[in-house]
């Protein structure tokens, strides 16, 4: 435990050091006064499940994949190496951190732009599960490369195959197939918050949700053990 609360604590620095708080801060405020001035309250009604998750999806992916390399590039990952921190720990306090700046970024988006007239509790367990993902694929993702120039194209696709449900959210597709995406859980989550949703959907939502966060932090605990505890690389 006391690794972790360490480990923890250095994340923390390391991301207020490069003030990724101050430009998420301002970005979110910045997004949400843009959302207020462009839509109608009717038309927020809809499109927040897809701002809200598609701002967690770019803020995590591509945030935890550039921290990874800040701390390659500083000599601190090379760390775990040599030191008793389990893959676990590192990739929980990775977790911890940003899924809390993720919840952060999305209450400033959604009460600024929108109001308090939103289920908070959907919104947040949407939020999690989004996050969880999304900072799952991005270390199993940063872990591979050394240079941020390698990085940003997989991180790329990686962000946006998150936002492929979004075709049937917004009605250009009603192919049941889309219920195999892992991202469809929580947008069902973050819709919930907003709009009523069917409760064997929510029941689905919590149950494939929960498997898919479980793969993606496998995925990403055994990509830890190969990049970094074993020293492997892709570029």
Known sequence: ????????????????????????????????????AVFTPEQLHFFMPLVVLGSVSLTTVFLVGVLILLERGEGTLEVVLVSPLRSSEYLAS?????????????????VVAYGLGFSVGW????????????????????????????FLLPAIFASLAFDLPNIWYLNLSSSPLFYLWPSMPPLL??????????????????????????????WASRAIDRYVVR????S
């Open 123 to 150: 919104l947040v367990v949407a939020v999690v599960m989004r996050a969880s993902m999304c900072i799952a694929v991005g270390v199993a993702v940063g872990v591979r490369y050394r240079s941020i120039t390698h």
């Open 231 to 234: 020293g492997d690389t892709t």
């Open 94 to 110: 990775k977790l911890i951190t940003l899924t809390a700046l993720a919840l952060v970024e999305s209450a400033i988006i959604a």
């Open 1 to 36: 435990m006391n690794r972790l609360i360490n480990t923890i604590r250095l994340d923390s620095l390391l991301q207020a050091r490069n003030k990724v708080y101050l430009i998420i801060a301002v970005a979110a405020f910045a997004l949400a006064f843009a959302l207020s």
């Open 189 to 218: 989550l973050a819709k919930a918050a907003f709009m009523p949703v069917d409760s064997l959907q929510l029941t689905y939502a919590f149950v494939y949700g929960a498997l898919a966060v479980a793969a993606a932090l496998f």
